[in-house]
């Protein structure tokens, strides 16, 4: 037999671990958007807004109204698995917040240049200051501030040229992140949303706060969505079986698209399920072939316990308990839902 030397292991030194991981949390800048977002709805913001310079890759700016951040924490900001949303890792199992792994922020510094500036209540004056890998460039720096939080983060994936490369030649992520924000906007009605590009007077995305879902609908995908929708709900009780609630609204018959929309929220987490968005295709072609691509919003409510938001670094999946039961249930609310509407109009039985 041929024996070969086998290579020296080496730990990584940890910047390189860091940007490694951090490559993983911030895939792009819609994902960088996401985080913030996420962050500022954390920070029980009502007013968000958005402004995006080259797809994101030279500027992403996310200012609210929250709670701010302390003065006395900004030096550990932005370190990896700094948060103040999670202590024990039992906390995980009624975790209400987005976030909970303090490391989107931290993410960012090792992929982009972060600024951050912030003001709690009862200050005088805020706060600026700048990271690079984790940590602050400077001393915080006094000044003037509105009430809450701007994050500022410029030259994404500087230190990516494959990542940078790719960003610019495929099409930018500006329409992703309008698509995130208008998704966001829909279902947090008591949150205002402006998204816009850098140096653009009109936003692309703008809602005002406390509008019903169908007004928020209609601000954002326009009137003519609005119109072709039918209200839904379900609610599951059935205690040998997955106890949800689904509310939502879904087209009807006159509702025509060349794919479908699907803006799901599962515990107020922006989330997909392929095999509920197929289930849901499958009830319109049955019912109604013509309007095959629906649009679709639901929002979810599971027992905490029975959703693991722990499977994936974006949170994007996350994986349900009872997920096939969960699955028919809505099927069938949206099936019969779609035939009683059909049937108010004309119905054609099909053979
Ligand atoms: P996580 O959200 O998982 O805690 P992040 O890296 O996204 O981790 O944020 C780290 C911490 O920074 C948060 O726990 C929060 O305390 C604070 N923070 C981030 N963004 C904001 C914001 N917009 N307003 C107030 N605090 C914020
Ligand atoms: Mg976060």
Same mark, same amino acid.
């Given at each position: 037999? &041929?024996?070969?030397?086998?290579?020296?292991?080496?730990?990584?030194?940890?910047?390189?671990?860091?940007?490694?991981?951090?490559?993983?949390? /911030?895939?792009?800048?819609?994902?960088?958007?996401?985080?913030?977002?996420?962050?500022?709805?954390? $920070?029980? #913001?009502?007013?968000?807004?958005?402004?995006?310079?080259?797809?994101?890759?030279?500027?992403?700016?996310?200012?609210?109204?929250?709670?701010?951040?302390?003065?006395?924490?900004?030096?550990?900001?932005?370190?990896? &698995?700094?948060?103040?949303? %999670?202590?024990?890792?039992?906390?995980? !199992?009624?975790?209400?917040?987005?976030?909970? *792994?303090?490391?989107?922020?931290?993410?960012?510094?090792?992929?982009?240049?972060?600024?951050?500036?912030?003001?709690?209540?009862?200050?005088? &004056?805020?706060?600026?200051?700048? @990271?690079?890998?984790?940590?602050? +460039?400077?001393?915080?720096?006094?000044?003037?501030?509105?009430?809450?939080?701007?994050?500022?983060? +410029?030259?994404?994936?500087?230190?990516?040229?494959? *990542?940078?490369?790719?960003?610019?030649?495929?099409? =930018?992520?500006?329409?992703?992140?309008?698509?995130?924000?208008?998704?966001?906007?829909?279902?947090?009605?008591?949150?205002?949303?402006?998204?816009?590009? &850098?140096?653009?007077?009109?936003?692309?995305?703008?809602?005002?706060?406390?509008?019903?879902?169908?007004?928020?609908?209609?601000?954002? @995908?326009?009137?003519?969505? $609005?119109?072709?929708?039918?209200?839904? #709900?379900?609610? =599951?009780?059935?205690?040998?079986?997955?106890?949800?609630?689904?509310?939502?609204?879904?087209?009807?018959?006159? @509702?025509?698209?060349?794919?479908?929309?699907? /803006?799901?929220?599962?515990?107020?987490?922006?989330?997909?399920?392929?095999?509920?968005?197929?289930?849901?295709?499958?009830?319109?072609?049955?019912? %109604?072939?013509?309007?095959?691509?629906?649009?679709?919003?639901?929002?979810?409510?599971?027992?905490?316990?029975?959703?693991?938001?722990?499977?994936?670094?974006?949170?994007?999946?996350?994986?349900? %308990?009872? !997920? +096939?039961?969960?699955?028919?249930?809505?099927?069938?609310?949206? +099936?019969?839902?779609?035939?009683?509407?059909?049937?108010?109009?004309?119905?054609?039985? !099909?053979?």
């Amino acid at each position: 037999a &041929h024996f070969c030397e086998p290579p020296r292991i080496q730990r990584l030194d940890e910047s390189v671990v860091n940007r490694i991981a951090a490559g993983e949390v /911030v895939q792009r800048p819609a994902s960088a958007v996401k985080e913030l977002v996420e962050n500022s709805i954390d $920070a029980g #913001a009502s007013t968000i807004s958005v402004v995006v310079k080259d797809g994101g890759l030279k500027l992403i700016q996310v200012s609210d109204n929250g709670h701010g951040i302390r003065y006395e924490d900004l030096p550990i900001l932005c370190e990896r &698995h700094t948060t103040s949303k %999670l202590t024990t890792y039992d906390d995980l !199992q009624t975790i209400k917040t987005m976030g909970f *792994r303090g490391e989107a922020l931290a993410s960012m510094t090792y992929v982009g240049h972060v600024t951050v500036t912030t003001i709690t209540d009862g200050q005088l &004056h805020g706060y600026r200051v700048s @990271y690079r890998d984790g940590v602050m +460039e400077h001393e915080p720096k006094p000044c003037a501030a509105v009430k809450g939080t701007q994050i500022m983060v +410029e030259n994404l994936f500087y230190n990516m040229i494959a *990542r940078r490369k790719t960003l610019q030649n495929s099409n =930018d992520d500006y329409p992703k992140i309008v698509d995130l924000i208008s998704r966001f906007a829909i279902h947090h009605t008591n949150v205002s949303f402006t998204c816009r590009k &850098h140096g653009a007077n009109k936003p692309d995305v703008h809602t005002m706060a406390s509008a019903t879902r169908l007004d928020a609908i209609k601000m954002v @995908y326009g009137a003519s969505v $609005a119109r072709d929708l039918i209200e839904i #709900a379900v609610s =599951d009780n059935n205690p040998t079986q997955s106890v949800f609630e689904m509310d939502g609204f879904i087209s009807d018959a006159n @509702y025509t698209a060349k794919k479908t929309t699907m /803006v799901l929220f599962i515990n107020d987490r922006l989330v997909e399920c392929t095999p509920l968005k197929r289930a849901i295709e499958v009830a319109y072609s049955a019912t %109604l072939p013509k309007a095959s691509k629906p649009f679709i919003f639901m929002s979810i409510r599971l027992p905490p316990e029975h959703v693991d938001v722990n499977v994936h670094p974006t949170k994007r999946e996350v994986s349900l %308990l009872n !997920q +096939e039961n969960l699955v028919n249930t809505i099927q069938d609310a949206v +099936e019969s839902k779609l035939m009683t509407s059909n049937n108010t109009r004309t119905f054609n039985m !099909q053979s």
